[in-house]
């Protein structure tokens, strides 16, 4: 089955080890200088490790794999002589382990009520209300997104338009992507299940005006087009000024 798992870039790898320290499952070892992965049963997924990597040497790949085994990595915990994860308690990692990386964590909230003559910037209101929200988290059976709308917003949208919460995030279900940065081809896929797994009302895509950005146009419609869907499509485009320069 294919899967989200941790891939090691051996070329960046300096072998220094952080990842070691981050890796709560026990799964990266330093082997010949550079890290490693031991066995991808050991392996969840979620990328713990990403963020202590000096190197950039750690990324997620979508590709054939063995499923993750919690039971055989609680065992191979206690061999290296490290706490098994079920036993975790009182400790930064109870949550992350438990219910997966914060990050990944599926969470839906009751939408709040809004005044909209309300300016008190100390009690705007957040409209944000599932997690998560990148799209390569994002599961295409995660029960927010059913019967919604599906806002796909470009990585840097957000901190464009100062008024993205109440012009664009209010009533929908979000998903941030970046198509530059980011594996397309991956994106694709993923739209796709999520496309074909649940009645979508309606897709608004907000993207920049940098031509890189208009990715996700392509990206969407190539979805579309694999899943056979027939959603109603609005496309925004946010200029590098914070202004909204065409709907």
Known sequence: MKRDIVLIDQERCNGCGECINNCAEGAIEIVDGK???ISEIYCDGLGACLGHCPQDAITIEHREAVDYDEDATNEH???????????????????VHASGCPSARIIQRERPAVNDKNTDVDNVQS??????IQLTLVSPEAPFLDNTELLIAADCVPFAYPRFHEKFLKDKTL???CPKLDDVNFYIERLTGIFTKNSIKKITIVHMEVPC???L??????A????KSDIPLEEVTIGI?????GE
């Open 175 to 177: 998903v941030i992507a």
């Open 35 to 37: 890290a490693r992965m």
């Open 217 to 222: 146009n392509h990206t969407v419609g190539e």
């Open 127 to 132: 409209m944000l209300m599932q997690w998560p």
């Open 77 to 95: 915990l206690k061999s290296i002589g490290r706490e098994p994860l079920t036993e975790v308690n009182q400790n930064a990692h109870d949550d």
């Open 213 to 215: 950005c208009f990715g």
């Open 224 to 227: 579309l087009k694999a899943s």
């Open 241 to 245: 000024d914070g202004t909204i320069k």
